[in-house]
């Protein structure tokens, strides 16, 4: 059974006259410990699918099941259980908070419920991971945009989530970096997490085609489809 699997799924925005089809009727499986890029031209949907995907936001329409929880009908207090188990969010402008070291922002997420001594523990654990265990002291601020990635990246799993969702994780770093930073999201997925990324970037999504994990999927007003068309990101009449 796919890890997550969508049936149906719409999402409208505004009133009906001025309605907005963000996801039109998406079907969707994704297996456990697979990697997927989502491409698509700008405005077709590629957030309000993760935002969906991360319980951020709830469909208008169809079910969206998550190991085996439809999170559609999930009542507020188990949402916020599923943000904080299931899913773990990294987004182009990494969102780091400067006035703490490496090692608190890594912390971030675990604020709300206190954070234990073990924690340190697995933040080290994690900069280990991603490439930067001697720098949990360091001032964010010092750090380049690949070593920022590598903190978000780090502080999405702390809570050891099933599911990461990357919103175009390599927008602002240049190629080289980015490609750092797409081998570590495959690391993630050989080591069985579940990988979603979002990417304006045909050479990450070739990275991803190649390897045995990994599968493309393409978006165009708000429809999925698993072959690019040549006018999908063309402008309209
Ligand atoms: N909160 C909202 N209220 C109204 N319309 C919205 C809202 N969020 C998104 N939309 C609309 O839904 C459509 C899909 O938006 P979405 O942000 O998912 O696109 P995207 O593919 O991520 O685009 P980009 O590549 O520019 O980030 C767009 O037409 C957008 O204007
Ligand atoms: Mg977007």
């Known amino acids: 059974?796919?890890?997550?699997?969508?049936?149906?799924?719409?999402?409208?925005?505004?009133?009906?006259?001025?309605?907005?089809?963000?996801?039109?009727?998406v079907n969707l499986e994704i297996e456990k410990g697979k990697i997927i890029t989502i491409m698509g031209p700008s405005g077709s949907g590629k957030s309000t699918l993760l935002n969906l995907l991360g319980a951020m936001d709830s469909p208008t329409s169809g079910k969206i099941i998550v190991g085996g929880r439809d999170i559609g009908s999930l009542p507020e207090r188990k949402l916020s259980s599923y943000r904080k188990e299931t899913v773990g969010f990294v987004f182009q402008t990494f969102y780091l908070l400067p006035n703490l070291n490496v090692m608190d922002n890594i912390l971030i997420p675990l604020i709300p419920y206190g954070i234990k001594s073990g924690n340190r523990k697995r933040a080290q654990e994690l900069l280990d991971l991603v490439g930067l265990g001697n720098r949990g002291e360091s001032k964010v601020g010092k750090l380049s945009g690949g070593e920022s990635q590598r903190i978000a990246i780090a502080r999405a799993l702390i809570n050891d989530p099933k599911v990461i969702l990357a919103d175009e994780p390599t927008g602002n770093l240049d190629s080289e970096t980015g490609k750092s930073i797409v081998e570590l999201l495959l690391k993630l997925a050989e080591n069985e997490k579940t990988v979603v990324i979002v990417t304006h970037d045909p050479r990450i999504a070739q990275a991803v085609a190649e390897h045995p994990l990994g599968t493309n999927i393409w978006i165009k007003d708000g429809q999925l489809s698993e072959k690019p068309t040549y006018n999908m990101f063309c402008w309209g009449e």
Do not use: Q
């Open 1 to 25: 059974m796919s890890l997550i699997s969508l049936k149906n799924v719409s999402k409208i925005y505004g009133e009906e006259r001025t309605e907005i089809r963000a996801l039109d009727n």
